[in-house]
Each structure stands twice: as structure tokens, then as C-alpha cells.
């Protein structure tokens, strides 16, 4: 694949791309330093710049970490169309097409997809003693509580966030909504009760889970997850209308030469073949994203309809941010 890679790069057709790179690449992780999105960057920085020491000649690939919903995207699409800027975002890159009425930039126009990156389940979580044994009873305490129940997300357009209007539609009833800034502080409001439920990817409440610390009903991917066996999905257990993922993806400026998307591409996919970096997803609970998935066609495909998909579950809920 590197030997395939290096010549992709030798045979490209333009000056510019004939020589791609010259200098560092910077990924702009979507999300606050730390968080997850900041988490997965680096780990997929470190991966490419290992795989691809050969075909670009030592050339690194660093992170520049930019909180705020739009801030990141933003940065991203403004950047110089040439292979040395990109980004990494999530979900709610997609969500936000319709979470903001007003965006300077452009979901699915100002951005050149890469591929996807990778996948993570969301867990189904609730404050220690609530009153559910499974799924069923946990979906019917939020329809019986209704808005008597705190329902916490990690703030509007987080994965936290658009798997708890999920649940919320498929329990029929509307629960007090509490925005955190970020998922630890909710979390540690759950644990001390303050916090009745919640609906947060396993690479954050994987801990917890395994210490009781809260309890946890289900997991929202299409298979139970690694590590938490003895949770079903949601799917098995009776609510496939709350299956999702949160993944990540990567992008280039709209405008970057399509023989320098092709050449980033093979180099992502490379990278996610890479073992130290399987291991720790591994260990956030989470999968590389493989074969098709990390393709440029499967990418820009897959964004349009995630848009589609958010949009109505958004306008329902009247869950915009501005």
C-alpha cells in the first residue's frame, strides 16, 4: 500500500500535487483539547505520520485542537485548497446543517470528504438506583416522568445531544433538558443524582459503566459493543429508532486538487490499518472506519444523507442554536 501510495504521488498531474508535501500537515480537530474529537485526531496525526514516513519523506502531521462548534469547521473551510490543512469532526458536523440556521460556511459545499474515520456506540445511561432492570423500563421511566426527569447532553449538536432527542421520540415524551459543556461534568452531576439520564458515546462512559457508577441499559450500534457484552442494542431491545453512531471524519477545503484528496485519502486509510492505533481505539471503545467507509465516494455520500437524516429529528425537537 506504501509502495502504491508513493506512486500515486509520482504520477499526479499538477506541479503542486507532484510534490505533495513539502511541509507539515495540520488536521484542525473540531472540539476542545482533551475531548474526544481532539482524542481521535491525534491518534490518527500520530498513525499517518508513521505510515507515511516513506511515501512523503518524513513529513509529520500535527493537531491544532479549536473549541467551538463552528469555530473548527469554519478554520478548516477557509484554509488554503492545497492538502496542508484538514479536518476532523464528528456528528454533529452533519447535524449542524440544520442545528444552525446561519453558518459561514457550507456543510456539504465547502468541504472535500476524505473518508470516515471511525465509530462509536452510544450508551444508555442513568443515575445509580434508577428504577429500571432493562431497556424496556428505562424507556418507559422517561415516559412516564416525562419532564419531571433530567435528561443532561454535552451541549447543543454534541453526539450526547442528538442521541437524547432520539430517545426522547422514541419514549413519546419530553424530558428537562440540561446542556454541559462537555460530557465529564454531566456525568459527575449523574453520579452525585442530580442528573436522572443520559445518552453518551462508550469512549466516555465506559468507566463508569465498568465501577457501577452509573448503570447502563443498552448501547445504540448494530452489534453489542467490546467490553460491555452484557448490553444489548437498543434495536434488540425493542427501539431501533435510537441506533446510531458517533463517528468522526476527515475533510479537505472544497477546492483542494483532486489528486491530493486521492493521495490523503489512501494515506487515511493506511493509517487506520495501523496496529498502535487500532489498540487504542480499542481502548476508547471504539472501530476504525474500513474498506468503503474510508473512502472519498462512501464519504460524501454517507455526509448527505446524515444530513437528511438529522434534519427532521432537529426541527421537531425546535433544538436550534441560534
Known amino acids: 500500500m506504501r509502495l502504491a501510495l508513493l506512486a500515486l504521488l509520482l504520477l499526479m498531474g499538477t506541479a503542486q500535487a507532484q510534490n505533495f508535501p513539502t511541509r507539515p500537515i495540520t488536521i484542525i480537530a473540531a472540539g476542545a483539547a482533551g475531548g474526544p474529537t481532539d482524542t481521535i485526531t491525534r491518534i490518527v496525526a500520530d498513525a499517518m505520520t508513521r505510515s507515511m514516513a516513506q511515501a512523503w519523506g518524513g513529513q509529520s502531521v ?191 477545503p472544497a477546492g483542494t486538487p483532486e489528486a491530493v484528496q486521492e493521495a490523503l485519502s489512501a494515506a487515511l486509510r493506511e493509517a487506520l490499518k495501523d496496529e498502535k492505533l487500532r489498540q487504542r481505539f480499542a481502548d476508547l471503545a471504539t472501530e476504525p472506519a474500513t474498506g468503503e467507509r474510508a473512502t472519498i465516494a462512501f464519504h460524501r455520500g454517507f455526509l448527505a444523507e446524515e444530513v437528511e437524516r438529522w434534519r427532521p429529528v432537529i426541527q421537531a425537537a425546535g433544538a436550534f442554536a441560534d
Open 62 to 252: 500535527v493537531v491544532e485542537s479549536i473549541g467551538g462548534a463552528t469555530v473548527g469547521p469554519q478554520r478548516g473551510a477557509q484554509a488554503r485548497p492545497d492538502g496542508y490543512t484538514l479536518l476532523i469532526n464528528n456528528i454533529g458536523f452533519a447535524a449542524s446543517a440544520t442545528l444552525y440556521r446561519k453558518l459561514p460556511y457550507s456543510v456539504l459545499e465547502s468541504f472535500a470528504p476524505l473518508g470516515l474515520v471511525s465509530d462509536a456506540a452510544m450508551t444508555l445511561i442513568a443515575k445509580p438506583g434508577f428504577p429500571a432492570t432493562d431497556l424496556r423500563g428505562y424507556v418507559a421511566a422517561l415516559r412516564e416522568g416525562g419532564d419531571r426527569l433530567n435528561l443532561a447532553h454535552a451541549g447543543l449538536g454534541s453526539a450526547a445531544h442528538l442521541c437524547g432527542m432520539l430517545l426522547q421520540q422514541a419514549a413519546g415524551a419530553q424530558a428537562t433538558t440540561i446542556a454541559f459543556r462537555g460530557t465529564a461534568p454531566a456525568i459527575a452531576e449523574m453520579m452525585a443524582g442530580r442528573i436522572d439520564i443520559m445518552c453518551d458515546q462508550a469512549t466516555n462512559t465506559l468507566p463508569f459503566i465498568r465501577d457501577n457508577r452509573v448503570a447502563a441499559y443498552g448501547v445504540s450500534s448494530p452489534a453489542r459493543v467490546a467490553g460491555l457484552e452484557q448490553l444489548p442494542t437498543t434495536a434488540e431491545g425493542g427501539f431501533p429508532g435510537i441506533a446510531m453512531s458517533t463517528w468522526h471524519a476527515m475533510y479537505a
